[in-house]
């Protein structure tokens, strides 16, 4: 049976509330679970105690093979109970492939019109 340490949501409508859970791989988000080892209150200020691990549970269930999510691991990082690698995503910042194109063609319209400005210039020199 596969394991992970995943999140359950509880709470009402618009009012976010999660378990930090125990559950087989097959079960659903909110369905059954093995055991509550945590929560975490997303309303509450981020220096308060938005998250609670009991920490000896939680290191049973790595030890047994139980597997975190990333949004879990990284809970644990901030407890120093596991380790969560640091990720880089260069192109996280960039435009999408539309905003690119539309960035293209409206350079190559300022190109046209300054390119069309300079001969009307050297035209009226001329002239």
Excluded: C
């Excluded at 859970?21 to 220096?47: H, K, M, Q, Y």
């Excluded at 990333?70 to 910042?93: C, H, M, Q, T, W």
């Excluded at 350079?107 to 046209?112: G, R, Y």
């Amino acid at each position: 049976m596969s394991l992970k340490i995943r999140l359950s949501r509880a709470g009402s409508k618009k009012r976010p509330y999660y378990h930090i859970v125990i559950a087989d791989v097959r079960s659903p988000r909110d369905g059954r679970f093995i055991e509550t080892v945590g929560s975490w209150n997303p309303l509450l200020p981020r220096d308060g105690d938005r998250v609670k691990v009991d920490a000896d549970r939680v290191k049973h269930w790595l030890s047994h093979g139980a597997l975190p999510t990333d949004r879990v691991l990284r809970f644990l990082d901030e407890a120093g109970i596991s380790k969560r690698d640091a990720r880089s995503n260069p192109k996280k910042g960039e435009p999408g492939k539309k905003a690119q194109e539309r960035l293209a063609l409206q350079k190559q319209a300022e190109e046209a019109a300054a390119a069309a400005a300079a001969a009307g210039a050297t035209e009226e020199a001329a002239g």
